[in-house]
């Protein structure tokens, strides 16, 4: 049989700006329910890198990265939860003279806003972490910067969003959304849901449910290859990032040094991902020529999930081009964990305000119009 809701927003999609937006419309006093295929949070909210970055992001994506940041630390008491979120810093290095002029160069046109970027040169980068190898040449570090968990921090908000009130259904893919009078309806696996409002924060597919309504959104998948070691003692302190994106590296405290680069594996069919070995190898090899000291470090683990990017590698935040109160979040290209929070807070206004206070205009989908097709961003520019 199926189920029938009558609420004020739905929302399509079950990650984490998609449940922060639900907690903030909760206590908005809207009514919200959550429609997410499989778990909450089980997607690209997940199973990066757990990353929480400002440095290196498109400048566009700056003011939203601030705003999150400030978030960021009073998450624990938000959500009721330890989301494992330390502000460890993060340091990009730089392989090559020329890294070092990228960094330089992002230095000065990321002048501010408000971050607090320390350029290292050979001998100040060799002070700070004597343990890094010979490959590296100078960083720049956001001390600000940090890390938490993935894997908690989608399923604490819907949790939150749960004990607010919202329907937060999983298991439940959908079929088709289309407007219905006055509103939309969302038909659903065993649910049926009408809204006055609604969001497409759907990942990768949401360039499927944005062509229901009209709008071109040409969302790529997007497959992380990640690798977890055994618990290892404490030497990396820092969230680290190269210039080009191809490796990065935390440890947590419990020791496991995790790593990623390159791509996953995926078949259409199953809307899956898996790590690709050949991608580990060469995340492994990358990571060896900047911390040596890890190479005799067991892998336990690999795995891969599944994001949406877009070609031009920054987001698409803000109403529809064409249908009245339809509202997109979505296309965040291997970086959207860090801005899960404050994207919760944006959606929330343009539902009850139409319209944020945070510059929308870059990330607006009408920059697709007429979109014929083109690259998308090679494995190597994921920035990290």
Known sequence: MTERLAVDVAIVGGGTGACAAAVALREAGLTVAVIEKRLCGGGASGVNFGGVRQQGRHLAELPLSRRARALWDGLDARLGEDVAF???????????????????????????????????????????????????????LSPTDGQANPRVVGPAFARLARRLGAEVREHAPVRHAARAGEGFVVEAEGLAVRSRLLVNAAGAFAGTVAGWFG???????????????????????????????????????RGNVILGGGRGTGDPADDLARPAGASARGAMGRTLALIPDLAHAQVIRTWSGLDGEMPDHIPVIGPS????????????????????PVVGEILAELVTRGRSALPLHPFRIERFAGWRGGPHLSAGEIEH
């Open 215 to 253: 709008e071109a959104a040409p969302v790529a998948p997007l497959r992380p290859n990640m690798v977890v070691t055994e618990p290892l003692p404490f030497r990396v302190p820092r969230s680290i990032g190269v210039v080009g994106g191809d490796v990065y590296v935390r440890q947590v405290r």
């Open 321 to 340: 081009a064409t249908t009245p109160g339809l509202v997109h979040a979505f296309g965040f290209s291997g970086h959207g964990f860090q801005l899960g």
């Open 86 to 140: 330390e502000a460890s810093g993060h340091v990009k290095l730089a392989r090559s003279e020329a890294d070092m002029a990228a960094l330089e160069a992002y230095a000065r046109s990321a002048d501010g806003h408000g971050l607090d970027l320390q350029l290292l040169g050979p001998n100040a980068v060799r002070a700070a972490m004597p343990w890094l190898g010979t490959a590296v040449v100078g960083a720049s």
